[in-house]
C-alpha cells in the first residue's frame, strides 16, 4: 500500500520548516519501507504568484485525491485586505477537517512550567462562535443599536460526537486510555449540554477508556496547577483555543506546539504557530513543531488506514525527536541553543535514519 501525501510549504518560516519535515518523513518511510506519493502543491503567496489565488483550483483537485497533507503557516496577516483571492485559504473548511489535534508534551532537556506533561487535546473545528465557520450567508453575530452586540454559538450533535469519537480513538493508543470532556453544562445548559451528552454516548462505545467530564474553569486551573492528570481533552471550538495555548505554553511555547488537523477520511499537519515573519529568511525558526505535525500525520494514517508502517513511521520520528532533545546539541535559538533550523533538520533526519 502507498499513500499519498501532499506537501504545501506555505509562506514565511513556512518555506524552511516544512521541507525540514519532508526531509525526516522521508527517511522515516524508506526506513519501514513505506511508500508515500509526494505532491508538491502551490499554496498561499505562492499559489497567488503562479495561479492568483491563495488557494489556486489545482491544489484543491489535487488535494481531493490525497490521503492527507503537510501545510506550513500562511502569512495572511501581510495579504492584501478586500480581495477575494487573497484570503487564508479556507482548506479546513472545504475538507471539513472538523477537530485539531494539538499535543502538549514536555521534554525534561527543555525549561518548561512543568515536567511529566503528556495531554493531547482535541479541540472542534467547525462550529462554536467562529463566524467564517458556522454560517453560510450573514454573520452569527450582529449590533442591534450601539449598545448591544450579539452573538450565537453552534453547537452540533454530529459536531461534538465525531470530535468525541476522535478523543476516544487517540485515548485507546495511549498508555493512560482517559478522556476528559471540558465544558460548563450547568450554565450552558443546552449547548454544552449537547457537547457533554454525545461524548457520554460516544464514551459507551469505548469501555476499555476512562471516562470524566470537568467544567472548563476548573480545567483551565488544573492545567496551571496540575496537568500532568491529563490524558486525552476534549472540548468544544473557542474553549479550545484558549486550552491549547495553555497547553503550548506550559511545555514550552508555539515552536513546540504541533498540530493535526483531522477529517472523517483525510488528515492535514499543521503546526499551531503562525508564519512567524519576524523571523523568516534566516534560518532560525524552530522546525520541531512542523516535523512532529508531520509525525502525528504518519501516525493517524496508520491507524486509520491500518498500515502498520506509517505506525512504525512515526514511532522512528518521536524517538529521534526525543534524542536531539535530550543531547540538546542540535536546538535552536528559541530552545536555547545555537542551531539554525536546517541543523536541527538535519540532527533529527540523522537520529532517524539511525
Ligand atoms: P498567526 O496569527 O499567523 O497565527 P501568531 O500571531 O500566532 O500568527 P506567529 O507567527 O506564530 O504569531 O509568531 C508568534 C511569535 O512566535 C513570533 O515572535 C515568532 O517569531 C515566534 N515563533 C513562531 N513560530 C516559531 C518557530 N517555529 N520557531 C521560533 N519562533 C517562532
Redesign the pocket.
Known amino acids: 500500500m502507498s499513500l499519498k501525501i501532499g506537501i504545501l510549504p506555505g509562506d514565511d518560516?513556512g518555506l524552511e520548516?516544512v521541507p525540514e519535515c519532508i526531509k525526516v518523513m522521508k527517511i522515516a518511510a524508506a526506513r519501514e519501507r513505506l511508500e508515500i506519493d509526494w505532491r508538491l502543491l502551490p499554496i498561499g503567496k505562492k499559489g497567488h504568484e503562479e495561479h492568483g489565488h491563495t488557494l489556486p483550483a489545482v491544489t484543491e483537485q489535487n488535494l481531493r485525491e490525497l490521503d492527507g497533507w503537510v501545510m506550513g503557516?500562511i502569512g495572511?496577516?501581510a495579504y492584501p485586505r478586500g480581495d477575494a483571492t487573497w484570503v487564508m485559504p479556507p482548506v479546513r473548511k472545504k475538507f471539513d477537517l472538523f477537530a485539531a489535534v494539538r499535543p502538549a508534551l514536555s521534554h525534561a532537556a527543555i525549561a518548561s512550567i512543568h515536567k511529566n506533561v503528556d495531554i493531547v487535546f482535541l479541540r472542534e473545528l467547525t462550529e462554536g462562535m467562529l463566524y467564517s465557520e458556522t454560517v453560510v450567508a450573514g454573520l452569527p453575530e450582529f449590533r442591534p443599536n450601539d449598545d448591544i452586540t450579539v452573538a450565537m454559538r453552534v453547537i452540533t450533535r454530529k459536531g461534538s460526537s465525531r470530535v468525541a469519537r476522535e478523543a476516544f480513538e487517540i485515548a485507546r493508543t495511549r498508555a493512560r486510555k482517559r478522556v476528559t470532556a471540558a465544558h460548563k453544562e450547568p450554565v450552558y445548559r443546552l449547548a454544552c449540554g449537547m457537547f457533554a451528552e454525545e461524548c457520554r454516548k460516544v464514551a459507551r462505545d469505548y469501555p476499555d477508556v476512562t471516562f470524566e467530564e470537568m467544567m472548563i474553569d476548573s480545567i483551565a486551573m488544573k492545567l496551571v496547577t496540575a496537568p500532568q492528570q491529563f490524558d486525552v481533552v476534549v472540548t468544544t471550538n473557542q474553549f479550545g483555543d484558549i486550552l491549547t495555548d495553555i497547553g503550548a505554553g506550559l511545555v514550552g511555547g508555539?515552536?513546540l506546539a504541533p498540530g493535526l488537523c483531522v477529517g472523517e477520511d483525510q488528515a492535514m499537519a499543521q503546526a499551531t504557530?503562525?508564519?512567524?515573519p519576524?523571523?523568516a529568511g534566516r534560518n532560525i525558526?524552530?522546525p520541531y513543531?512542523m516535523i512532529m505535525s508531520g509525525q502525528m500525520l504518519l501516525a493517524w494514517l496508520g491507524r486509520k488506514r491500518k498500515e502498520p508502517k506509517a505506525i512504525a513511521a512515526a514511532g522512528r520520528i518521536q524517538a529521534g525527536v526525543n534524542q536531539v532533545i535530550a543531547t540538546r546539541r542540535h536546538l535552536?535559538r528559541?530552545l536555547g541553543g545555537k542551531a539554525s533550523t536546517s541543523e536541527m533538520g538535519d540532527a533529527i533526519a540523522a537520529a532517524v535514519q539511525g
Not at 504557530?273 to 512567524?276: D, E, F
Open positions: 518560516i520548516v503557516p495572511h496577516a508555539l515552536g504557530h503562525g508564519s512567524a519576524d523571523i525558526a524552530n513543531a535552536t528559541d
